[in-house]
């Protein structure tokens, strides 16, 4: 039976900024914290309500699940919402990932499964070949722990489709520790978070056009053998 879900996000810091100009702010998103706030008001407390609080015209213009920590970009104005949203649904943005997952993998290589929402128990996807949008993540595999039976992997998504990295490690029989979704109990309770991380994000500036990009270190990577 599953344990009753009660939200309680880290309050410290309360905004981890990574950048921030008259456009812009990328922060550091922790486990916990949600990227939008939720539909009922217990679940508003989010990095969009956070950044708002000083911000009010703000809007995330991409997310990472609850579980998920990393970098998340949040346009200031609306030109650069504007200008940012496009890159992301254009794929022109370049992420990373890194996750902790189960069982022992070996070098590299794409994952191509299309995914939908399963309308009967949602917010859970699955793969299915007949409906299913295409989804597409490469990964290299960074560490293995025999200890522990657990592999230290980098993600490439090249499309981004909700919880793609989860089932996509999932269908390939290594799920991501700590995940109450897609993980069996026993890989679900090896962690005490989703094992999930957006390393690196890379964009143009959406009013200099610039460059940009941002890195920044998972919390269950230092405790990874070689890692």
């Given at each position: 039976?599953?344990?009753?879900?009660?939200?309680?996000?880290?309050?410290?810091p309360?905004?981890?900024?990574?950048?921030?100009?008259d456009?812009?702010?990328?922060?550091?998103?922790?486990?916990?914290?949600?990227?939008?706030?939720?539909?009922l008001?217990?679940?508003?407390?989010?990095?969009?309500?956070?950044?708002?609080?000083?911000?009010?015209?703000?809007?995330?213009?991409?997310?990472?699940?609850?579980?998920?920590?990393?970098?998340?970009?949040?346009?200031?104005?609306?030109?650069?919402?504007?200008?940012l949203?496009?890159?992301?649904?254009?794929?022109?943005?370049?992420?990373i990932?890194?996750?902790?997952?189960?069982?022992?993998m070996?070098g590299?290589?794409?994952i191509?499964?299309?995914?939908?929402?399963?309308?009967?128990?949602?917010?859970?996807?699955?793969?299915?070949?007949?409906?299913?949008?295409?989804?597409?993540?490469?990964?290299?595999?960074l560490?293995?722990?025999?200890?522990?039976?657990?592999?230290l992997?980098e993600?490439?998504?090249l499309?981004?489709?909700?919880?793609?990295?989860?089932?996509?490690?999932?269908?390939?029989?290594?799920?991501i520790?700590?995940?109450?979704?897609?993980?069996?109990?026993e890989?679900?309770?090896?962690?005490?978070?989703?094992?999930?991380h957006a390393?690196?994000?890379?964009?143009?500036?959406?009013?200099?056009?610039?460059?940009?990009?941002?890195?920044?270190?998972?919390?269950?990577?230092?405790?990874?053998p070689?890692?």
């Amino acid at each position: 039976m599953t344990a009753e879900f009660i939200y309680n996000p880290p309050l410290t810091p309360y905004l981890d900024v990574l950048y921030q100009d008259d456009d812009i702010m990328v922060v550091h998103k922790p486990s916990g914290l949600l990227s939008v706030p939720g539909r009922l008001k217990q679940y508003h407390d989010s990095v969009l309500s956070r950044v708002r609080s000083s911000y009010p015209e703000a809007q995330a213009v991409h997310r990472l699940d609850l579980g998920t920590s990393g970098v998340l970009a949040v346009g200031l104005t609306a030109a650069a919402i504007s200008g940012l949203g496009r890159q992301f649904m254009q794929r022109e943005t370049e992420k990373i990932y890194i996750a902790q997952v189960a069982g022992i993998m070996q070098g590299s290589g794409r994952i191509d499964l299309p995914l939908r929402l399963d309308i009967d128990h949602r917010p859970y996807h699955i793969v299915d070949h007949e409906q299913g949008k295409p989804a597409v993540t490469d990964y290299k595999v960074l560490a293995t722990d025999e200890r522990s039976n657990t592999t230290l992997v980098e993600l490439y998504p090249l499309t981004g489709r909700s919880h793609q990295l989860r089932v996509h490690l999932k269908a390939m029989g290594h799920p991501i520790l700590g995940d109450h979704l897609y993980a069996p109990e026993e890989v679900f309770q090896a962690a005490p978070r989703l094992c999930l991380h957006a390393r690196y994000l890379k964009f143009r500036h959406p009013i200099s056009g610039n460059a940009m990009e941002f890195a920044c270190t998972a919390d269950f990577i230092s405790a990874f053998p070689r890692a």
